[in-house]
């Protein structure tokens, strides 16, 4: 008689492996005194976060599960654990044992007030114990929308940023608005986007080809 084979809960063995890319999210993190709960960065099993109320950053994991990353003094990478918050100056302050972009690390403990994140290379192992968010994170699922109701186009991040970099410096330095119009077109994602602002006396119009999906 054969044996069944039992198939692995793949949600049990959560991603929990994280690099230099997930702190970028740092960056888009709040810094208004008055809205503390927003100046922190969010770590779950499987992606970090951050907002200021404005934007959102999330950034996932790279895939690594942590049954792949080795002991660190002797502490097992946690697998699954609660969401947790850590202040964005915590994670400047202490980034010379944080890992660089293409290094990786894990979560070794979480305690009511700290976490303790590990970081391993070829010549030696970090452990780093970082203060703890005890708070209300506002919950972002219900503010991402459904991408259906979108058309994506896909552009040159350089360009792009040329062209905002471009349209801020129009913007008359007396005038404090610097935002910014783009459109896109509701039925077909090959034609150009469309950047415009106005200033007191003078229109800025740009044009960005989108880029093939190849």
């Known amino acids: 008689m054969k044996q069944k084979k039992v198939k692995k809960d793949v949600k049990k063995e959560s991603v929990a492996v994280y690099n230099g890319k997930n702190l970028l999210t740092s960056e888009v993190a709040s810094k208004d005194i008055d809205r503390p709960a927003l100046g922190y960065t969010r ?25 792949e990353y080795p002991d660190i003094q002797k502490k097992k990478p946690l697998k699954n654990f609660k969401p947790f918050e850590i202040k964005t100056d915590d994670i400047k302050t202490k980034k010379h044992n944080m890992p660089i972009v293409d290094d990786t690390f894990v979560i070794l403990e979480v305690t009511d007030d700290k976490v303790k994140i590990g970081t391993n290379s070829l010549e030696t192992s970090n452990v ?56 896109l077109s509701k039925k077909d994602n090959k034609k150009p986007i469309i950047l415009k602002k106005k200033n007191t006396d003078q229109t800025f119009y740009g044009l960005l080809m989108p880029k093939r999906n190849d």
């Open 43 to 67: 770590f779950e099993n499987d992606k970090t976060l951050a907002t200021d109320s404005f934007s959102l950053l999330e950034i996932s994991t790279p895939g690594l599960k942590t049954r």
């Open 128 to 183: 780093t114990e970082i203060n703890k968010f005890d708070g209300e994170f506002p919950d972002m699922e219900k503010v991402k929308p459904d991408e259906k109701d979108y058309a994506f186009v896909k552009v040159s991040t350089e360009y792009l940023k040329r062209l905002l970099t471009l349209a801020h410096k129009f913007a008359e330095e007396r005038n404090k608005d610097k935002d910014v119009f783009i459109g």
